[in-house]
């Protein structure tokens, strides 16, 4: 149980820090923003940033759900020894 708890927020650690920076979009979106970079605009870096800040959420999410897993499961464990 142990190598697998650690496996799993290795793996966690490496998704998070490792992610590179999103550049899939949906076809319209992809026009505008064409558009609008060759035209001179910055609406790329806030799109780029919104996309970035979306996929974000999700993995804190998850991450405080293990989190809180692990110290109840941990909790658990040390009451069970006393």
Same mark, same amino acid.
């Given at each position: &149980?142990?190598?697998?708890?650690?496996?799993?927020?290795?793996? #966690?650690?490496? #998704?998070?820090?490792?992610?590179?920076?999103?550049?899939?979009?949906?076809? &319209?979106?992809?026009?505008?923003?064409?558009?609008?970079?060759?035209?001179?605009?910055? &609406?790329?870096?806030?799109?780029?940033?919104?996309?970035?800040? #979306?996929?974000?959420?999700?993995?804190?999410?998850?991450?405080?759900?293990?989190?809180?897993?692990?110290?109840?499961?941990?909790?658990?464990?040390?009451?069970?020894?006393?």
């Amino acid at each position: &149980m142990k190598k697998i708890t650690v496996g799993v927020l290795f793996s #966690l650690v490496i #998704l998070i820090f490792w992610s590179g920076e999103a550049v899939a979009q949906c076809a &319209m979106c992809k026009a505008i923003v064409e558009s609008n970079s060759s035209s001179g605009g910055s &609406m790329v870096d806030g799109l780029n940033g919104g996309i970035l800040y #979306l996929m974000a959420v999700p993995y804190i999410m998850l991450t405080l759900l293990g989190v809180l897993f692990f110290r109840k499961s941990l909790a658990a464990k040390f009451r069970k020894e006393q």
